[in-house]
């Protein structure tokens, strides 16, 4: 009997999700790469324009993408960026504006709820994982690395 | 058991009133709205408020159309999308009226209609409000992510209606009486795509229909609409299908959340939701029609996806469930009260 | 021409992320977690050091650059300091960028409120 039950869940679910419209996934994805290559254009006419104002090359990159994540924060406040991203989707999200976004956003929305206990807790919610995950992959990493440069030196 | 119910003493529903927000005033029903702020916010600070804020205005509106004060009204039983119910108990808590608050997710104002209808008939009542209310941003908030976050929508997903819905009931013989009930099942039918809440809500609004005209002796055909709450253009295809197989013939059936926004022009995917969905429909539209004998006979299916925001992220099923409630217009009491 | 290949190598990245977020049940805060990891791997690997000589912006300005920002920056601390750089490495070389971000995402929680859709 509950099995009977659980094949017939799985069929409706099957179903579902057979019969719902798919995302366009054509008109996404050339949008995604429109957007996100712009924006990488973008960047690098930042980094030109850095490098002949500083004249290094790292800071040059690091300055261009301070101006992108200060843009898309301030695009963010003025609620422009969320329209652009739901044309733009991954185009505007994987790059360096996503980021900011993503730190941006809840940190205006939280503002309701207080400066420490809302914006303060709550600024890091989308983009935490971001920082968690790629500094907990980067120690690792550099576990192996030392390892490996001990044992091989 | 699922039962059918008929009040056995009369039930109107005598007055509503319907509030909305900018999306609402833009959709094909804007102009019918008793009250609509462009800013969405209600004169308040936080989304939160502004929801709480949009159920006083349409209660108060409602009390105001039928010459009632707030002492007139035995309880008022309201709810609404956020935790706690917390737009109803902050929004009536001015009001002093004895309250009560459910939640039923998008079921809500059907859900809110048949405990009162079951109070009025009880007989310890006589007059009782119902509130229901849902705000895009306090939803999204909950439920989804920051408001200004720029995430892309599946076709599927549906748009919390910003709006509120109040209706007035009286254990009186009345323009629209309520003629039947039937408390819903909750139904699991295996979905956990919150992109998806049609599909995870339309077998609980096929088995309801099943039930009801099971249980009720009635046809489709006895009604001139058969409504559900807010199954989208999704939900309301697999609807169909469910009812096509079991030989149920929903040709005179509508969806709240199609009829409240232009899917081809406002960007809601599959149509609106929320418990000011099917409210706001029902107080703007559907009763009025009702009030001024333009339609006979509604039966109307509030669907409810009673998932909460942890749950979707512990991966878990979305449930759903769906209340019916009975409408008829008296059309002979209806051309007598507008003699005098 | 740089301009061309940033384009197109950033626009390409963008696209992936896309495909995965329309076809596969991953939500676009997962795919962020994953473009950073896999820009650490890539970077590991020492396939995305070349990439970002040949490609520019295209391949900084994406996630994954992210990635590979804090991998470069773990390997040379710990060149230059030893085990001590594993911890160091990452958070010192992604500072700029993060900082920037709470701050700029604190300044326009200052100034902005949110609004209605």
Avoid at chain 1, 20 to 35: E, H, M, N, Q, V
Avoid at chain 1, 81 to 101: C, E, H, Q, W
Avoid at chain 2, 77 to 105: E, H, K, T, W
């Amino acid at each position: 009997m509950q099995d009977q039950k659980d094949i017939k869940k799985t069929t409706y679910k099957d179903y579902a999700e057979k019969r719902a419209s798919p995302s366009p996934l054509i008109r996404d994805t050339f949008l995604a790469f429109i957007f996100g290559g712009a924006l990488c254009v973008a960047g690098q006419g930042l980094t030109a324009l850095c490098l002949a104002w500083t004249g290094s090359e790292k800071t040059a990159g690091t300055l261009a993408s301070l101006a992108l994540i200060a843009i898309a924060s301030i695009l963010t406040g003025f609620g422009v960026f969320d329209k652009a991203a739901r044309y733009g989707g991954a185009g505007m999200l994987v790059p360096i504006t996503g980021f900011s976004n993503a730190m941006t956003s809840p940190a205006i929305d939280a503002k309701s709820e207080g400066w420490v206990l809302g914006v303060g807790a709550k600024i890091f919610n989308v983009a935490g994982p971001v920082i968690l995950y790629g500094t907990l992959s980067s120690a690792v990493y550099g576990l192996i690395y030392y390892v490996l440069k001990t044992i091989i030196l | 058991m699922v039962r059918t119910v008929r009040p056995e003493h009369p039930v109107s529903v005598t007055v509503t009133a319907a509030v909305g927000g900018k999306k609402e005033w833009n959709g094909p029903l804007g102009a019918r709205f008793d009250y609509i702020d462009e800013s969405d916010r209600f004169g308040k600070k936080t989304w939160e408020q502004s929801e709480a804020e949009s159920q006083a205005i349409a209660l108060r509106l409602a009390l105001n159309k039928s010459s009632l004060r707030e002492t007139d009204l035995d309880a008022v039983v309201a709810g609404d999308l956020l935790n706690q119910c917390s737009s109803s108990s902050y929004g009536l808590m001015n009001f002093r009226i004895p309250f009560l608050g459910i939640f039923g997710a998008c079921s809500t104002p059907a859900e809110g209609l048949l405990i009162s209808t079951l109070m009025l008939d009880g007989g310890h009542y006589r007059r009782i409000g119902v509130v229901s209310s849902s705000h895009f941003c306090s939803a999204e908030r909950q439920f989804r992510a920051p408001v200004e976050y720029g995430g892309q929508r599946p076709p599927t997903a549906q748009w919390t209606v910003t709006g509120a819905g109040a209706f007035i009931l009286e254990n009186a013989p009345g323009r629209v009486q309520i003629d039947g009930l039937q408390i819903g099942r909750i139904v699991d039918a295996g979905i956990d795509d919150p992109g998806n809440m049609g599909a995870a809500m339309a077998p609980a609004a096929f088995e309801a229909f099943r039930d009801f005209f099971e249980f009720s002796g009635k046809k489709p055909a006895d009604y001139d609409l058969i409504l559900t709450g807010d199954l989208g253009a999704e939900g309301s295809a697999i609807l169909k299908e469910l009812a096509l197989r079991a030989g149920i013939d929903l040709k005179r059936h509508n969806d709240c959340g199609l009829m409240i926004y232009d899917r081809a022009t406002q960007d809601v995917q599959s149509g609106g939701s929320g418990c000011g969905c099917s409210a706001a429909v029902m107080a703007s539209y559907i009763l009025p029609q009702m009030f001024e004998g333009n339609v006979g006979s509604v039966l109307y299916a509030a669907t409810g996806a009673l998932m909460s925001a942890d749950a979707v992220k512990q991966g878990l099923c979305i449930p759903g469930i769906a209340h019916i409630v009975s409408l008829k217009a008296d059309m002979k009491n209806n051309r007598g009260e507008r003699a005098q | 021409m740089i301009y061309l290949k940033a384009f197109l190598f950033g626009g390409l990245i963008c696209a992936i992320a896309q495909i995965l977020i329309d076809r596969t049940k991953l939500t676009p805060a997962r795919i962020l977690v994953g473009a950073v990891v896999a820009g650490v791997c890539l970077s590991a690997l020492g396939i995305y050091g070349p990439f970002k000589e040949f490609a520019g912006a295209g391949a900084a300005v994406p996630l994954t650059g992210f990635g590979h920002l804090l991998a470069e920056g773990v390997r040379t601390a710990i060149d230059e300091k030893g085990a001590i750089g594993i911890l160091t490495g990452g958070l010192t070389a992604s500072s700029a960028g993060i900082a920037a971000a709470m701050l700029f995402a604190y300044v326009s929680a200052l100034i902005f409120r949110s609004k209605s859709k």
